[in-house]
């Protein structure tokens, strides 16, 4: 029996040393679909034609009018090579900048009814066929609002499980600490899997991505409490004296309880990213970028690289995934003391590492500093301070700047920014012909939409008014408050590698070339009460429901599936033809309009599918064919 006591003796040293392994390596996982999983591989040729980008400038590798001493990193320029495409693609997948901390250990995000053996149960389910809506049974009974929730039950994540894969997109997975932790990257909303291929499309919209459920069902959903209503937590959050003395936070069951009853009202494909204590969740829109500056819904993001590109896509993270981040601009933004902000966040941390415990008699910002992962930096995620920090500015609309350590500064979001503009979306499935589309064509001319939706993104790249495009206002002043802490718009050269010293001079990113009252706009600041960008329009075959708030939805059934309660909050999905007509006909848009208004959930987070008055039907003058070819055309644009 040597032979076995051998056998045995190897088996655990290969234990022990893979158990150190996993603790010192951190092991991480996330799916990236390798190219024939993929169902639009095909891409835009911009990477082709850009060799760098200067501020927003596309410069083609022979133009010659560019000063070459001016296209270094040094002064801003990026060099578009496939080395970055494909940083940025990984990045878009697989990267979260530590957000595992904030929604695993203090969110427990997977801590509560929805837990890491129930989702890899339902992934195991599906037999490597993958899914456009993961059906995950909940380990324990909950109660949400005012729904009871049964242990067992079936909940719609709406997370995407492509063909083969093991995890759910954009979720990556990383062991550390001794347990597993999910973080989040782009790919979760950005990125869809094909209802009839599970191939998966890059940069479409996960239109039913349940994330109000999911993180209602997390067990300290309040560390995201300013993404929800002021008005629902009034009673909680009264404001208190700057002294500091009391803390006086709230009863943490009690705002976890309001805090969760908000989320729950988020319809399926919406995620309200504002901090403006307004529970106003917006669509998730495409990744189709080229050309559809500025971004956002409002249009905030303008300024600096790609166009502000890089500006959006680093605030994801800077501010979407780690809210402890916003602890010093806490006072103005929200009324509520850096101390007190901290302690609510993290008195119900799931992780009791990061629970906060008031009777202890330390400050909460004494009590992270502790146990910060990222020390020197506000918040738990991986960033660096914008120049202009504790000053927001319009490159970093938060202040911060997401970056992990061992990059070039801006490296990964100038990646990202990159690669997204290569998206293009797949051909629709519409059955119109070739005279259908081309009399839509000049439709859509002839009825004026294209002195906003011009050129070949089909946008004139500008903000509109809010009271002018009439859609719901709430999300067009969502920054306003930013107002009150805007600084210079400076960034670091592309050149450092993060962390860099202190002693690292900051540069001027170009603003003269913007107007002052577009800026205004899409921030909602001065007098204005904010606006919305003119969308592109393509890749809309892929992007229903329709406006900033998802609002204008038909289902299959044209007389039934009215409004978000009539599709998305019975479990079905917008058509998008059918939802395209409720946009440009008045009697249906009427109709949808008055189905949303008739949902006090819908209510609550202002989605309403008003607004957007182009009509192209009788009350205009157009006829039946004509309205059907416009549409057909609108669904043809790619
Ligand atoms: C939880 C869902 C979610 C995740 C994850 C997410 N986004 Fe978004 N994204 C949104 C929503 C919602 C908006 C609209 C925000 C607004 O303006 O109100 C948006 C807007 C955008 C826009 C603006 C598009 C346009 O045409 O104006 C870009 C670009 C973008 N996201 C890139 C990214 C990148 C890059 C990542 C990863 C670093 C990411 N997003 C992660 C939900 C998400
Ligand atoms: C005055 C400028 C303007 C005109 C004219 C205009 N649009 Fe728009 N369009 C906008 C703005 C701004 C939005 C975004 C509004 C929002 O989301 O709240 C928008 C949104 C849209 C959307 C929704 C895009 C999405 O992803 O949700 C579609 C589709 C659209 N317009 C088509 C049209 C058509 C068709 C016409 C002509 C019948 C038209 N537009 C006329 C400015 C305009």
């Given at each position: 029996m040597k032979w076995l006591k051998w056998m045995l003796l190897i088996l655990l040293i290969i234990f022990v040393i893979g158990g150190i392994w996993i603790y010192v390596a951190e092991p991480r996982y996330a799916y990236v679909p390798p190219t024939f999983k993929i169902l639009n591989s095909e891409k835009t040729d911009y990477a082709e034609k850009t060799g760098y980008d200067l501020w927003g400038d596309s410069i083609g590798l022979s133009e010659k009018k560019w000063d070459r001493d001016s296209l270094t990193p040094q002064h801003g320029a990026v060099k578009i090579d496939d080395q970055l495409l494909q940083l940025g693609r990984k990045a878009f997948y697989?990267?979260?900048?530590?957000?595992?901390?904030?929604?695993?250990?203090?969110?427990g995000i997977v801590d509560g009814a929805l837990t890491i053996p129930q989702i890899s149960k339902a992934i195991l389910k599906l037999k490597g066929k993958g899914t456009t809506n993961l059906k995950v049974e909940l380990a324990k009974d909950v109660e949400i609002g005012n729904r009871k929730y049964k242990k067992g039950d079936l909940i719609d994540t709406g997370l995407d499980v492509p063909k083969g894969a093991l995890v759910p997109l954009g979720m990556p997975i990383r062991f550390s600490e001794g347990r597993i932790k999910v973080g989040i990257s782009c790919a979760a909303c950005h990125a869809t899997v094909d209802p009839a291929t599970k191939r998966v499309i890059e940069g479409a919209p996960n239109s039913d991505l349940n994330a109000g459920l999911l993180m209602a069902l997390a067990t300290n959903s309040a560390a995201y409490f300013t993404h929800t209503d002021r008005e629902a937590l009034k009673e909680?959050?009264?404001?208190?004296?700057?002294?500091?003395?009391?803390?006086?936070?709230?009863?943490?069951?009690?705002?976890?309880?309001?805090?969760?009853?908000v989320f729950a009202n988020w319809p399926r494909g919406n995620f309200d990213s504002t901090i403006d204590f307004v529970s106003n969740p917006a669509q998730i829109p495409d990744s189709f970028t080229l050309g559809d500056h500025p971004y956002g819904w409002s249009g905030f993001a303008m300024a600096g690289p790609f166009k502000g590109l890089s500006a959006f896509s680093n605030n994801v993270h800077a501010q979407n995934s780690d809210s402890l981040g916003q602890a010093d601009a806490s006072p103005v933004l929200f009324g509520i003391s850096k101390e007190k902000y901290l302690g609510i966040i993290l008195q119900n941390a799931a992780n009791p590492k990061y629970r906060y415990q008031p009777e202890k008699g330390e400050m909460p910002s004494a009590f992270f500093a502790k146990l910060d992962p990222t020390p020197g930096v506000p918040g738990v995620n991986e960033m660096v301070k914008?120049?202009?920090?504790?000053?927001?500015?319009?490159?970093?609309p938060d202040g911060l700047m997401i970056n992990s350590k061992g990059y070039r500064f801006g490296e990964q979001v100038n990646g990202m920014a990159a690669w997204q503009n290569t998206l293009k979306p797949p051909k629709g499935l519409i059955k119109a012909d070739k005279t259908t589309v081309d009399l839509g064509r000049q439709i859509f001319q002839r009825a004026g939409c294209i002195s906003c939706h011009s050129g070949n993104h089909f946008t004139n790249h500008r903000v509109i008014a809010a009271e002018v495009i009439k859609t719901e206002p709430s999300r067009a002043k969502a920054l306003k408050k930013t107002e009150k802490i805007f600084g210079d718009t400076l960034t670091y050269p592309f050149t450092v590698k993060v962390p860099f010293s202190d002693e690292t001079s900051p540069i001027r990113v170009p603003i003269e070339h913007l107007d002052d009252r577009q800026i205004q706009l899409a921030y909602g600041h001065g007098k204005t009460e904010g606006g919305y960008k003119v969308p592109s329009l393509i890749g809309l075959y892929w992007t229903a429901p329709y406006l900033h708030d998802g609002g204008v939805s038909v289902g299959d059934d044209i007389r039934q599936d009215l409004g978000i309660s009539g599709t998305l909050l019975k479990g079905k999905n917008p058509d998008p033809y059918n939802s395209l007509k409720a946009l440009v006909d008045k009697e249906l848009r009427a109709k949808v309009i008055q189905a949303n208004k008739s949902s006090p959930q819908l209510r609550q987070v202002h989605v309403e599918g008003g607004g957007h008055e182009y009509w192209v039907d009788p009350t205009t003058g157009f006829t039946k064919e004509e309205q059907e070819a416009l549409i057909s055309y609108l669904l043809s644009i790619e």
């Open positions: 697989e990267e979260t900048f530590g957000n595992e901390v904030f929604l695993t250990d203090i969110m909680y959050l009264k404001e208190e004296r700057e002294s500091n003395q009391e803390l006086n936070l709230p009863d943490p069951e009690k705002l976890e309880k309001a805090v969760d009853a914008s120049p202009s920090y504790p000053k927001v500015n319009l490159v970093a």
